[in-house]
């Protein structure tokens, strides 16, 4: 099996990250947008349009992915993502869909979700998700999304996650230790000499040395 990373291989996702650079705040509310417009500008995956629009998008987005197949809820997912904007019922909608077998609808969930919700129970799925579950595939994009799709959290809240990534470094599959690694690099540009790859001894060495540093995080948030 090829070497595990943290890329982002789905399509459109890369034609919606690069949409997505404008600004991530939302238009006002405006008036009732209809749902045909909304559907048509989602399948098109046309984030500048939808972000004119406001944020009546977002209840006309969670309607149509109550209401749709697979592939287009993978498509909806992939709007909500490409918004960035908080979302309860986005996040309500979603979180069914984190453990679904379907590829492209997991993944593009799995991204979405940490981009319309700052709640602790988002980490934890992602975390558990890259840590338990029985795909490997699975198991990298769950990191991603914890590496680069948070968006919305505080330093506080950030304690969280960091604590997650670095219980996950004592993982018993080397996959998981090395993608726990990568996203906690990504995150906080450090590695503490870790290496998913090291005996038993040195990774916990890391390990003690990743303690210190979040108990002294934590202290300054």
Not at 49 to 72: F, H, I, N, W
Not at 98 to 110: G, K, P
Request: aromatic share 6%.
């Amino acid at each position: 099996m090829p070497a595990i990373v943290l890329a982002r291989r789905v399509a459109g996702v890369l034609l919606l990250l690069n949409l997505g650079q404008v600004s991530l705040s939302a238009a006002p509310a405006g008036d009732a947008v209809p749902a045909a417009t909304v559907r048509t500008l989602v399948s098109q995956g046309n984030i500048p349009a939808l972000r004119k629009l406001g944020t009546s998008v977002l209840p006309v987005m969670v309607q149509l992915y109550q209401s749709a197949g697979e592939a287009d809820r993978a498509s909806i997912a992939a709007a909500f993502y490409g918004l960035g904007w908080k979302s309860p019922e986005a996040k309500r909608v979603l979180t069914p869909d984190v453990h679904t077998a379907n590829q492209a609808l997991r993944i593009q969930v799995q991204y979405a979700l940490g981009r319309v919700s700052s709640d602790a129970d988002v980490v934890d799925v992602l975390l558990d998700n890259m840590q338990n579950d029985a795909n490997p595939l699975f198991r990298d994009k769950a990191a991603c999304a914890l590496a680069y799709d948070q968006i919305h959290l505080t330093e506080r809240e950030k304690v969280r996650l960091y604590d997650g990534l670095i219980r996950a470094l004592s993982d018993s599959k080397l996959d998981v230790r090395s993608i726990a690694a990568l996203a906690l690099s990504i995150q906080t540009g450090q590695t503490k000499g870790f290496d998913a790859n090291a005996d038993a001894a040195r990774r916990d060495a890391s390990v003690r040395e990743w303690r210190k540093w979040l108990d002294d995080y934590r202290s300054r948030w």
